[in-house]
């Protein structure tokens, strides 16, 4: 199982409001004692932090916000020591405009090796006044953005399929990809145990990036948008190659992981075949409703897609792009990924029926077999926050649709870990980059400890019964398969998840989990593990 760290949102060391590597290490031990295998962490590289550290100016350094590289080589020999693995997150599609190679493209002239590093063209119309083409960024508004000329010049149009301070670099460009394996090998050679690769299905355009007929919104990171110039182009997959060769230079188990928006299943397991990335991200799971058949379907898809190329499956409810899944699986009116919720937004969910569908839809994914990935915060049960002030949003979906799409600060809080505490443990000065709401310390971690009903338990238990049992390496095979209660058995487990409105009866056996208290019958929303005999 392995746990993402968010952090600017994990835990503030030094006292700025803003989560650092010290306060990571410092916290180490409660995710080893939660029952995690590997940790991976969101980028904290030098960045302007645009869009929290996914605009990077420097792959190879930390930015002073989250300490040194000293403080990284601590927390890594910390997370060992632990038995943690480490796996850190690399963004290769694009660079921050603040990265010396934009500045470079910047200053030198159109047909220049500078620019040549970048998707940087001449613009369409007399003057070169439109852009290139009609693609749209994934956080509002167009694609495309024009370089100022000192000269008069018409300004030629870089392309960023993000913020406009996120350009994309040229994948076709061999000095771009001799970079990316010498920033692999950089981090591999520290210690690192693998990757999680950032828009791992947008480095490869169409040659002629030609326009594309938007028929609705880019949501879900292009996902919505198969057949799109940009996304899931085949070019991708020679990267992968290379960067698997360069991975399996070194000892151990170096993985690498795509963070890649594609549908059907069955495509995605091309990112996973045996000479390219070890996994992926099962977003189609992670997009499924609260839907008995529509959850069976995409098991049984994801399981059959991964085996199909000999990869794990992998399954994923939350993560800081998406609106937390307790507060997700109970909107009765669905939100496009990446657009958020906030205190306006139609269909909010019921506080109570969240937080049952939230610890249900969890019991129910530790038990599927493969690698589960967990969003940090969720073992507390925490909602999306939806009062968070306009001046304090700091996400760019925010900002570039004029505030139209929340964006996904709600998922972003830092996090509670005492009730009591000054920003509820996250930062001894109190300081938090977004606000905490007051309700927070209810979900503080120590509160829910040793509590058997708590969030925090359920999870520890559920992760402690997961490796017991070898669910992770066993096969499922469902006992119904049709109504709106869910029934597999995964190795010597039987899981029963109720999606229905009405109480159902329990199999006899012993129960070793559940997601709510029980009597004889298992509630609307609820899930439950059993030995059976
Ligand atoms: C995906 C990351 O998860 C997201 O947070 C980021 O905004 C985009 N890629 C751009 O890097």
Request: glycine share 8%.
């Amino acid at each position: 199982m392995i746990y993402q760290i968010y952090p600017r949102s994990f835990a503030d060391a030094s006292g700025d409001g803003i989560g650092d590597l010290a306060g990571i290490t410092a916290r180490l031990d409660s995710l080893a004692a939660l029952g995690v295998d590997a940790i991976w962490l969101s980028p904290f590289y030098t960045s302007p932090q645009k869009d929290a550290g996914y605009d990077v100016a420097d792959f190879t350094d930390v930015d002073p916000l989250f300490g040194t590289l000293a403080d990284f080589d601590r927390m890594l020999e910390r997370a060992h020591d632990l038995g943690l693995r480490v796996i850190v997150d690399i963004v290769p599609n694009h660079t921050s405009d603040a990265h010396a190679w934009f500045q470079a493209a910047r200053a030198s002239a159109p047909g220049s090796p500078e620019r040549a590093r970048y998707i940087v063209r001449d613009g369409r119309g007399p003057e070169g006044e439109l852009p290139p083409n009609n693609w749209e960024s994934v956080f509002g508004g167009p694609a495309w953005t024009r370089l100022d000329t000192t000269d008069g010049s018409p300004g030629q149009w870089y392309l960023h399929l993000f913020d406009s301070s996120q350009p994309d670099l040229d994948w076709t460009n061999e000095e771009v990809r001799a970079e990316f394996d010498r920033i692999l090998r950089f981090w591999l050679d520290r210690g690192v145990d693998g990757f999680r690769v950032d828009v791992a299905h947008g480095l490869a355009k169409h040659p002629d990036l030609p326009d594309f007929v938007i028929s609705e919104d880019i949501d879900s990171m292009g996902a919505a948008q198969m057949g799109h110039p940009a996304w899931a182009q085949q070019g991708v997959h020679e990267i992968w190659r290379r960067w698997r060769s360069v991975v399996d230079e070194y000892d151990g188990d170096r993985i690498l992981t795509a963070e890649a928006w594609v549908e059907p299943l069955s495509e995605m397991a091309a990112w996973v075949r045996p000479d390219e990335m070890h996994q992926a991200f099962n977003f189609p799971y992670l997009m499924t409703p609260w839907d008995a058949d529509a959850v069976r379907t995409v098991i049984d898809d994801s399981l059959a897609a991964f085996a199909s190329v000999g990869a794990p499956s992998t399954w994923v409810l939350s993560n800081h792009d998406v609106i937390r899944h307790p507060s997700r699986l109970a909107l009765t009116v669905p939100s496009p990924q990446g657009h958020g919720i906030g205190p306006d937004s139609p269909g909010l969910p019921d506080p109570a029926v969240a937080q049952m569908r939230g610890r249900a839809a969890t019991l129910l994914m530790l038990a599927l077999p493969g690698s589960a990935y967990l969003f940090q915060g969720e073992e507390l049960g925490l909602p999306e926050v939806l009062d968070i002030p306009a001046d304090r949003r700091e996400d760019p979906t925010f900002h570039r649709t004029g505030g139209e799409r929340y964006g996904r600060d709600g998922c972003r809080v830092p996090l509670p870990w005492e009730a009591d505490a000054p920003a509820f443990g996250f930062s001894p000065s109190g300081e938090s980059w977004l606000p905490q709401p007051g309700w927070w310390g209810e979900y503080a971690r120590d509160r829910q400890e040793g509590d058997r009903e708590s969030s925090l338990e359920l999870y520890r238990a559920a992760l402690a019964a997961r490796r017991e049992h070898g669910l992770a390496s066993a096969s499922l095979s469902w006992e119904t398969t049709d109504g709106d209660v869910l029934i597999a058995r995964v190795g010597d487990v039987m899981v029963v998840c109720n999606l229905s409105t009405s109480p159902v009866d329990l199999p006899a056996g012993e129960v070793i989990a559940a997601s709510e208290r029980l009597d004889d019958s298992l509630p609307p929303n609820a899930a439950a593990w059993l030995l059976t005999t």
